[in-house]
């Protein structure tokens, strides 16, 4: 049978995936492609009740997959030794680790934004990814070969590339040093056999996006200021999430992928046709 069948590139069965913050939004979406693609899940997020429910929702979907869910909080030094020692408990390797919790904070002006919503912020939107990364490093290693490597895949976002994203500063700055975490710890792991990249989602479905996007006639709205006219989906999420996961991304690593409609070239064309004037 040919490696380049669809099938092939990007089957999953008999892997094993930790998604942190993977109750609800973009993780959920990616949990659910992991496991229509064969791979056993594990969703981890503050919540253990929220990450039980959504597990037992995946599972009653048939999908080939199994899920797993229990709390796990990247915002502390302890939070994340605690869900590494969960980890442990269930699998001797990780092949595919993603990176998906997070934490915003607005504000209505620039004048009001508190002080303890940069380190709130960015101590599980940062500290934590890295940390968990570095922590799961044994099982990652164990996990990846030259021909296929383990996974790390982090949630940054389309802010995290533009000014976008109004007055939840430390949120849009948080992005941008996911997006150069991925670079800097691609170089260093990449001869390890381990892969890292990351996506950056714009307006996507999800608790944190609810207050902009959360009706059919806010989604209309957003839509028209979205380049491909319309805000994300699922299965956008899902097929970027199982490219980087499978053999069909198994040679890529150190980029970030905008999975924003267009949103991140946007702004580009417009400052390239005000130079020309």
Known sequence: MSDLLVAKLFDLTGKTALVTGGASGIGYMAAEALMGAGCNVMIASRKAHACEGAA??????GLKGRAEGFAGDVGTEQGVLDLVAEVEKRTDTLPILLNNAGKTWGAPTIEEFPYEAWSRVLDVNVTGMFYLTQKLLPLLRKA???EDPARVVNTGSIVGMQPRGGTAYSYGVSKGAVHHMT?????????QHITVNAIAPGPFLSKMMAFAIGTEEQREQA???IPLGRVGSPEDIAGAVLYLCSRAGAYVSGHTIPIAGGLNAAVAVKAASVTED
């Open 56 to 61: 037992d929702q995946l599972n009653a979907m």
């Open 144 to 146: 990846g070969t030259a």
């Open 183 to 191: 670079t800097l710890l691609s170089s260093e792991l990449a001869p």
């Open 223 to 225: 839509g028209k200021r």
